[in-house]
């Protein structure tokens, strides 16, 4: 079981770009998340989805879109990449949407530089 | 606004010593959960403990144990006799259920150095 798998590892991304963050994950949860982690900042949510065919806005989604067509995969678009997008980001995802007790499960994360 | 500070920004110690993390949260719900992860140098975060509102029992598995207190809103983590291995960051977390979805709020994270 690979649980959640995120492409690329890392990506090196000029300023202006449009570029796709891809998640998936195979446990069949309903939910799914992008966060970003900033040093000295933690991880911050930027997008959510309960349940294929919805999403949601997190802490920090400007600059950031996301779309859930089927359970397993919930890809992160940055429509035109800009410095401040330089980061790592996960992927995570839970069983259940509400409830407050799901462990979240988390990807390997994704490291973007943005020049 | 629910909010997780872990003031603790580095701390470093020497293999052997027993270290606390702390993580103190801020929530208007009744019912809520708090989460440590823990991320070490490869970069995953792995899951360590879950713990609900209405259940104040300290927990122990193995050197890690956490003290839950709600009266001073705090859910810290002690390593007993530390290891290098348990050199990485720690992250405190809040779950935050608004609008039928679970969020998780995270702390800054403290980052632990074991020594050898």
């Known amino acids: 079981i690979a649980g959640i798998t995120q492409a690329p590892t890392s990506q090196i991304l000029a300023a202006g770009r449009r570029m796709t963050l891809r998640c998936t994950q195979d446990m069949r949860h309903n939910a799914m998340y992008w966060y970003r982690q900033d040093l000295g900042l933690g991880l911050r949510l930027i997008h959510y989805s309960n349940t294929a065919g919805t999403t949601g806005k997190g802490e920090v989604p400007d600059g950031y879109s996301v779309s859930r067509a089927n359970t397993d995969d919930f890809p992160l678009t940055l429509a035109s990449a800009v410095p401040s997008q330089t980061s790592v980001y996960f992927c995570a995802s839970s069983e259940v949407a509400s409830g407050g007790d799901n462990e979240q499960f988390f990807g390997p994360g994704t490291r973007l530089t943005v020049l | 606004a629910q909010k997780v500070t872990q003031a603790q920004t580095e701390i470093s110690v020497v293999e052997k010593e027993d270290v606390t993390l702390d993580c103190v949260y801020e929530t208007r719900d009744t019912t809520y959960y708090l989460f440590w992860y823990k991320q070490p140098p490869s970069g995953e975060l792995v899951f360590l403990i879950r713990?609900?509102?209405?259940?104040?029992q300290n927990e122990i598995s193995g050197r890690y144990s956490w003290n839950f207190q709600k009266s001073t809103s705090s859910f810290n983590f002690t390593i007993t006799a530390s290891q290098v291995v348990d050199s990485a960051v720690y992250f405190c977390a809040l779950s935050e259920a608004e609008g039928g979805s679970e969020k998780l709020v995270f702390g800054k994270g403290t980052k632990l150095t074991v020594n050898p």
């Open positions: 713990r609900n509102s209405f259940d104040e």
